[in-house]
């Protein structure tokens, strides 16, 4: 019993996680969309880091890396809320459109739309302040990136 204590006491505390940008906040979206649906699965990790690595003029690692970042804010914040209005602060309305499309291209990645990914996919829509409208059009642009791969 000693010996765990000591260990625990002796183990390097965690790093602390950086305070979201829009850049971290739609990456963390995109994991949020992709887990929402308790599968989270390879096509869709491929799809978030190469969205990254797109978006963000990113190599594979470097990409891989911010996707692992990502994934640690998604599992530590209680909402999507906050990513979605942080989006919509921070960024002009076009550019939302496409982080927008992004998050489709996520949702679209495994074949399927399961209805929770949907609703966090709307509900982030919503935050960014972005309409239906936008958002038709943001799927449509998505299922053209995603056809051909």
Do not use: N
């Not at 505390?13 to 390879?42: C, F, N, Q, W």
């Not at 690692?61 to 996707?67: G, L």
């Not at 994934?71 to 909402?79: M, V």
Request: with cysteine.
């Amino acid at each position: 019993m000693f010996s765990r204590l000591l260990r625990a006491l002796a183990a390097p505390k965690p790093t602390p996680l950086p305070e979201p940008d829009e850049k971290l906040a739609l990456g963390a979206l995109m994991v949020r969309i992709a887990k929402s649906d308790r599968h989270y699965d390879v096509a869709e990790i491929r799809r978030i880091d190469r969205l990254l690595a797109r978006l963000h003029d990113l190599g594979p690692v470097e990409a891989a890396k911010m996707r692992a970042t990502c994934e640690k804010l998604e599992h530590a914040a209680p909402d999507s809320d906050r990513f979605g209005h942080l989006i919509r602060e921070a960024v002009p309305h076009d550019t939302r459109q496409a982080a927008l499309a992004a998050l489709w291209e996520v949702v679209l990645s495994d074949g399927e739309t399961p209805p929770q990914e949907l609703r966090v996919l709307d509900a982030a829509r919503v935050e960014m302040g972005l309409t239906e409208q936008e958002s038709d059009a943001a799927r449509a642009q998505a299922e053209d990136r995603t056809k051909d791969r």
